[in-house]
């Protein structure tokens, strides 16, 4: 089984290196690439991990942020998960124990 993965959002701190502090900084950024959102959206953009994210949204801020993607969206292994190996079939048991067994007929004469 692949493991599961999660990430995480820096948008934040991307925010912050780049000396904007406040969410309503990012909104006439934004509407200069032709995108607007209230800034109630734009909070939750910044303060929450989005769920889905149109790629207008992303492209806009790459460019307002001068970043990548790399700097936005770390990937990391989903909490809780763990990759054990996996077993072959049949290692526990023998091959043996898988095959089917034969069926007997018992041949009973009748007069």
């Given at each position: 089984m692949a493991a599961k993965l999660?990430?995480?959002?820096?948008?934040r701190k991307v925010m912050a290196d780049r000396g904007l502090f406040s969410t309503?900084?990012?909104?006439?950024?934004l509407d200069e690439r032709?995108?607007?959102l209230s800034s109630s959206q734009v909070?939750?953009?910044?303060?929450?991990?989005?769920?889905?994210l149109s790629?207008?949204?992303l492209?806009?801020?790459?460019d307002i942020l001068d970043c990548t993607m790399?700097?936005?969206?770390?990937?990391?292994a989903a909490a809780g998960t763990t990759t054990r190996p996996k077993k072959a079939v049949g290692a526990e048991t023998g091959v043996g124990d898988l095959r089917p067994k034969r069926a007997?007929?018992?041949?009973?004469?009748r007069p």
């Open positions: 999660d990430y995480q959002w820096h948008l309503t900084d990012l909104i006439p950024l032709g995108i607007t909070y939750r953009l910044v303060v929450e991990r989005p769920e889905r790629l207008k949204i492209m806009a801020l790459l790399d700097d936005l969206i770390e990937p990391v007997r007929i018992n041949s009973v004469e």
